[in-house]
């Protein structure tokens, strides 16, 4: 059933394409009403829309290169620049129709997060910190060691809308570059920093003076597993954790982020992160959290 779900972006771009030929030719009937919708549009107006959306299947990033892309390309082109003189109203309305569409399509639901029966129950199956747009669900998980050591791993797994791109190339790339971007993870990481202020010594963790700072990786990393019959490449990111409470400009370093990312068609991505503190031996020994992420991979 989530897959059908994954189909719904489609059909409501679809549903916008329909709506603004219905509106172009809404005194008009059946074939002549869409006869008098590719005269307003122009030459290859309606042809563009619909090619338009097979392309956010197709192209990494999606609506954010498509839209520029076929917009210039008319720009570029005198006979475009005076079809668009002509034509500009019914394009202008279409254009609006399947933008509303796409940016309304990000609130559809999406699957529940990705949860190996390895690590039992999540603590918390909510997170009131993570922006209302788009659409997403978050499990969390407290792992703590058998002593009181600083192996603590706070573990999420998120599900989320991607409203500007339903194909999966690129997708998990183009996802992470845009929350280190704009910071979006800021407020969804709260809570995993409230876990981690409650589980480790030391001074105080306040969640309003933190930063994110991204360290020079790989962009990808394969995890292989023969027992776990996983062998992927997936799209990583890692992210010091700064406490802006310090002496220094930059911050104290409090801990490192992992963010892991996958892609489903349909517009949909699956996000692992792993929050451990500056003191944990793996962040020496294992970076890149290998047996926790190849238990989410073959999940």
């Given at each position: 059933m989530s897959q059908l779900w994954n189909l719904v972006p489609t059909i409501m771009v679809l549903s916008g394409l329909l709506i603004a030929i219905w509106w172009l030719g809404r005194n008009q009937a059946g074939e002549e009403a869409t006869l008098n919708a590719r005269q307003m549009l122009g030459p290859m107006g309606l042809e563009a829309a619909i090619g338009g959306l097979l392309l956010l299947w197709l192209v990494p990033w999606g609506l954010i290169v498509v839209l520029p892309f076929m917009v210039g390309l008319s720009a570029l082109s005198p006979a475009g620049r005076a079809d668009w003189s002509e034509h500009k109203k019914a394009r202008l309305t279409l254009i609006v129709c399947l933008i509303g569409m796409v940016l309304l399509a990000g609130l559809v639901p999406v699957a529940q997060p990705i949860a190996p029966?390895?690590?039992?129950?999540?603590?918390?199956?909510?997170?009131p910190n993570a922006p209302p747009y788009p659409s997403s669900e978050q499990y969390t998980w407290l792992m703590l060691p058998?002593?009181?050591?600083?192996?603590?791993?706070?573990?999420?797994?998120?599900?989320?809308?991607?409203?500007?791109?339903?194909?999966?190339?690129?997708?998990?790339?183009?996802?992470?570059?845009?929350?280190?971007?704009?910071?979006?993870?800021?407020?969804r990481l709260r809570q995993a920093i409230e876990l981690l202020d409650q589980q480790t010594p030391g001074p105080s963790l306040d969640p309003d003076e933190m930063d994110m700072v991204l360290i020079n990786t790989q962009d990808k990393h394969s995890y292989i597993s023969t027992s776990a019959k996983v062998d992927e490449q997936v799209e990583v990111r890692v992210f010091e954790l700064r406490s802006l409470l310090s002496t220094s400009e930059d911050g104290t370093r409090v801990g490192e982020v992992l963010c892991v990312a996958k892609a489903n068609l349909g517009g949909e991505l699956q996000m692992l992160v792993v929050v451990r503190p500056v003191l944990h031996p793996g962040l020496a020994s294992d970076r890149y959290a290998e047996s926790l992420v190849l238990e989410w991979l073959a999940a």
């Open positions: 029966e390895a690590w039992g129950e999540p603590l918390i199956k909510e997170n058998d002593d009181a050591g600083f192996d603590v791993e706070i573990v999420q797994s998120i599900s989320m809308r991607l409203p500007y791109q339903y194909g999966p190339i690129g997708a998990p790339s183009s996802a992470l570059d845009l929350s280190a971007l704009f910071g979006m993870e800021q407020g």
